[in-house]
């Protein structure tokens, strides 16, 4: 039995309800990306600048790397998403993302956080708390742990990488996005997406990701550009996790190492059709 659900964006989607996976046209997010080629504003960490500039490229938006608080207010005005990432955190960048928040609240831009690390030391974790205190955030992602750690739940965190979380962790995610006000995305071998009410689930994507420096940074620049070019922010996050996801699984049948690997899905970026994702798409609903 097939149950129809409508949802309106800028376009019309009909979603198909069958044994639990939805059947839906994502592709089209990764169309009109490539379409208007939107300026992305991120303000990330030193590590992974020129991976995430790179795989915006290869996707089809525009990075811009700005990080002054001279500028940032300006910089973003003229950009369709701003990306916060504290994995390098200092003070002055710390006050320059409040400064290109605020202004990107001002200017209608949606606003992507990842509180890399949150958790692992009190700094990161006070840190992360106070971008979202201070900035209305549009979708908030991160690993369980960090986001675990914002909402104040138990976790365990080694570095910036993910940790353990006791509990529900689609509870944890619902928790955050009532708390904040925003989509929440936890990535993990699965993808949680949701705005506190719907919760959706994306399997797509390798175990290689995580042997590269910045797949998951990158990704949350990927959000926002999606992000840039839709209404509907869930959806829109649920398009680009599964256009990454796809993207990362054929890097992975071409290449069995990392160094081989970022280059084969910088590639694959670039080469994923929107027919692609769509065709290779694992995605339900709870």
Known sequence: MFCKYKLVDSVRLVFIFLRGEYTMNVGQWLTRVREESPLVHNMTNVVVTNFVANGLLALGASPVMAYAKEEVADMVRLARALVLNIGTLNETDVEAMVIAGKAANEANVPVVFDPVGAGATTYRTETAQRILREVNVTILRGNASEIASIVGEQASTKGVDAGDVQGDLEHVAKKAARMFRCTVVVTGKDDVVTDGEKLMIVSNGDAMLTKVTGTGCLLSSVL???????ENVMMSSVAALAYYGVAAEKAAKHAKAPGSF???????????TAEEVNEYAHIRGE
């Open 262 to 272: 970022q280059i084969a899905f910088l590639n694959a970026l670039y080469e994923t």
């Open 224 to 230: 926002g550009a999606f992000a840039s070019v839709g």
